[in-house]
């Protein structure tokens, strides 16, 4: 993908770099973060989530011991 690994999370100075490589236009990263708005993109934050957990576990927590506990 333009160079950059599937595995690469794409930063302002990327897109940046990107811009400039396919428009030959420069913009600073706080010009890139403007021009990403006005079109409607937002900043995306993947979510990390820890190998060991326990999907059941957590289920059963909060429908039996959360409950509980706000009493």
């Not at 990107?18 to 409607?40: D, E, N, P, V």
């Amino acid at each position: 993908m333009h160079g950059f690994g599937e595995d690469q999370r794409w930063t302002l100075a990327r897109i940046s770099d990107l811009i400039a490589r396919m428009f030959h236009t420069r913009y600073t990263l706080r010009g890139t973060a403007y021009l990403l708005h006005r079109i409607g993109w937002s900043v995306q934050v993947p979510a990390h989530r820890a190998v060991e957990r326990d999907e059941q576990a957590i289920a059963t927590w909060r429908r039996e011991a959360w409950p509980a506990g706000k009493r």
